[in-house]
């Protein structure tokens, strides 16, 4: 009977990680198989919607950096599959002149030459009507920055997968790992054997990593996705150029709240607050806490004059934050044919394609194209057991 194991790699995971993870690894002749709890497409992860923010924007160079390679390999998806992915419609960025949030952006922005336009009190609503910029704000402006597709984009990366010979099984969810040089998954459709696994399981990562006798200190938390009425329809479009918009902090939050024109839904903006409340991914619709949407309510009233203070549409994503809120690529500390890439913080869909990259490079054993130390999981050793 021949040992060879089924295929090259499994990926635990068809979120956007692993769904390009899995199409880079058969780019690379790599029998590869993509394995999914659910039926796909779901809505129950962090990856479904229509829409989300691709930028440069970034408060830390290298997120900046990885995302000059980033823009080409979307571009390059869209020319191999034929579809529009992606739609520039730039990134407005509001908050306190003075403070560090507003200006690590803006200096990340020019230190790295990313268009950008500068936008003065004065002339601030000739180029951004219907928004009012707060007292002592500094505005900024992404010129690369838009929109990306985001349930188009996952299928697409799954659909080239399998053209090029790739397989998905979706209801197959993972119940055991065992490692070694071969490592045997069981699902609750079958079991696999590969020489290397990757899991991306996005909200559900730290229950699989029990498999593999691992803790990271991930956080799970439900974002509220709020829809806002346009009171005269089109005063946000996207067909108007409206951009998206990030306020970094504002009088009603510390955290950041955001928005992308409106485009998915006719009439309604998207708008959000970028934090949520602590939820199992099992019961996240029983987590019912509306805090967050009661601080976006003062601040669409205060700033949004075009909106209907009252959200007219309500959905559910959730986020797996780290503490630092920087993502893990690595392998597992005991076993280098397994490899991690887990807590995207709520901003790594616009990363998929080199993250797909830099996971396909670290299954495989080679140096990895960007320095990942801001990624590792040694960067948690010492954190307390509670945190954990
Ligand atoms: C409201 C919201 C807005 C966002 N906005 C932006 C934005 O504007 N720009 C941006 O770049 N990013 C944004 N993000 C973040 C981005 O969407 C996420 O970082 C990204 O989708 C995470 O993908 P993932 O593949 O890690 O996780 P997921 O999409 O959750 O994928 C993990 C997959 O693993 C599967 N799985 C889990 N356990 C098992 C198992 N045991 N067996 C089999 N399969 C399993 C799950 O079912 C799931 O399909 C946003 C996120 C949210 C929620
Ligand atoms: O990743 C992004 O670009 C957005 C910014 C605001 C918070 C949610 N994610």
């Not at 979120?15 to 058969?26: I, W």
């Not at 949407?293 to 797996?320: F, K, N, W």
């Not at 005991?334 to 887990?342: F, M, P, S, W, Y």
Request: hydrophobic content about 35%.
């Amino acid at each position: 009977m021949s040992t060879e194991p089924d295929y090259d790699v499994i990926v635990i995971g068809a979120g956007v990680q692993g769904s390009f993870t899995a199409y880079q690894l058969v780019q690379r002749n790599q029998r590869t198989l993509l394995l999914e709890q659910f039926v796909l497409p779901h809505t129950r992860g962090s990856s479904h919607g229509q829409t989300r923010i691709i930028r440069k924007a970034y408060p830390q160079d290298f997120y900046t950096h990885m995302m000059d390679e980033c823009y080409e390999l979307w571009a390059q998806l869209e020319r191999e599959a034929g579809v529009r992915l992606y739609r520039q419609t730039g990134l407005l960025v509001m908050g306190p002149e003075d403070s560090q949030s507003f200006q690590n952006i803006k200096n990340t922005l020019e230190k790295n030459q990313v268009p950008m336009v500068v936008l003065t009190p004065d002339n601030f609503s000739r180029h951004i009507p219907n928004v009012r910029l707060a007292d002592g704000d500094g505005a900024v402006v992404d010129v690369t920055a838009g929109v990306l597709y985001a349930d188009r984009a996952l299928k697409t990366a799954q659909d080239q997968f399998r053209k090029m010979g790739g397989v998905i099984r979706d209801q197959a969810r993972v119940t055991d790992i065992q490692p070694g040089p071969v490592v045997t998954v069981t699902t609750s459709a079958g079991v696999y054997r590969a020489k290397s696994l990757v899991i991306t399981a996005g909200p559900w990562t730290g229950r699989v990593l029990d498999h593999v006798n691992l803790q990271l200190p991930l956080e799970v938390v439900k974002i509220n996705v709020c829809y806002w009425k346009e009171k005269c329809p089109g005063t946000y479009a996207v067909t108007k150029r409206f951009p998206c918009f990030l306020v970094t902090e504002c009088e009603e939050s510390k955290d950041d709240i955001y928005g992308l024109p409106s485009n998915e839904y006719p009439g309604l903006m998207k708008i959000c607050y970028h934090m949520g409340s602590t939820t199992d991914p099992e019961q996240r619709d029983k987590q019912t806490d509306r805090s967050d949407i009661h601080i976006l309510q003062r601040y669409v009233a205060r700033c949004l004059p075009g909106l209907d203070p009252e959200p007219a549409v309500v959905e559910s994503c959730m986020y797996t934050l780290t503490p630092d809120h920087h993502f893990v690529l690595d392998y597992h500390p005991e076993h280098r044919n397994i490899v991690i890439g887990a807590g995207f913080s709520g901003h790594g869909f616009k990363f998929g394609p080199i993250v797909g990259k830099l996971l396909c490079e670290l299954s495989l054993g080679e140096v990895p194209s960007y320095d990942l130390s801001p990624f590792r999981i040694r960067r948690f050793q010492g954190m307390s057991q509670s945190s954990l």
